[in-house]
């Protein structure tokens, strides 16, 4: 019975030195966690201070005040909104007007492409026409003057009340435009570039083909958009 008693005494002394050794271990591998958490809160102020100080010390550029008026100017001091204008344009009313055709957008995304021809007085030709078409903005890019641009697009891939061979094909205008190439004294410097916007869409009947070669009757030298 002593014997037993020193067995269970010098086991019971075994663990609590295991014990004791486990929560020795515990407590150091919670004090380098602690420690490496602080090291990696450290580093990470360091790096957010270092990237404040970067953004505020970088330059900063904004677009020239005369930026709209070049822009006019390079297309001839002609507006491009008034592209869109199949019905013709008054100057006076120019700006509400477009704003009126912008709105349209909202009723042709709901209602899809029609399948006969929309009616109505006030209705301007865009939409009545066998390829009705709204008006969208395009991607914003901040390297371009204008940011955005607008554009003509259609929900119709067929013309509406036509044969299987005709399909809704948009007209593209040619326009310059401004892309950005720097930074000078707090200001953005622009070189002047090209692009095509949608301005409309007709319905086009699909050409005829001989060889696998479509056959393009000749048209006369225009000053329209190359590879129209």
């Known amino acids: 019975m002593h014997g037993l008693n020193i067995v269970h005494h010098q086991y019971c002394m075994h663990n609590s030195n295991n014990y004791r050794q486990e929560h ?4 150091v591998l919670q004090k380098i966690y602690k420690m490496n958490l ?3 809160l450290k580093i990470a102020k360091v790096y957010i201070t270092y990237c404040i100080v970067f953004v505020n010390s970088a330059p900063t550029c904004t677009d020239p005040k005369d930026v709209q008026a070049k822009f006019n100017s390079i297309n ?15 100057q006076d009313t120019m700006v509400s007007d477009f704003e009126k055709l912008v709105s349209m957008r909202e009723d042709f995304t709901k209602i899809g492409c ?11 030709l865009m939409a009545r026409t066998s390829c009705p078409w709204f ?9 371009t003057y204008p940011h955005t ?5 259609t929900k119709c891939t067929k013309c509406i009340d036509a044969s299987g061979d005709q399909k809704c094909s948009p007209i593209q205008q040619k326009i310059k435009i401004l892309r950005r190439t720097g930074c000078d004294n707090g200001l953005y410097k622009y070189e ?5 916007i949608q301005i409309a869409y007709v319905c086009e009947k699909q050409r005829e083909v001989e060889n696998d070669v479509p056959i393009t009757p000749a048209l006369p030298p225009a ?6």
């Open 24 to 27: 020795t271990q515990h407590k």
């Open 38 to 40: 602080i090291n990696i």
């Open 76 to 90: 001839g001091g002609v507006d491009y909104r008034t592209l869109f204008f199949t019905d013709g344009w008054k």
């Open 114 to 124: 029609p399948s006969t021809f929309l009616e109505g007085f006030n209705l301007p």
């Open 135 to 143: 008006l969208e903005q395009t991607p914003y890019i901040a390297e």
């Open 149 to 153: 641009l607008y554009r003509a697009a």
């Open 192 to 196: 002047v570039s090209e692009t095509y």
């Open 223 to 228: 000053d329209g958009p190359e590879g129209m």
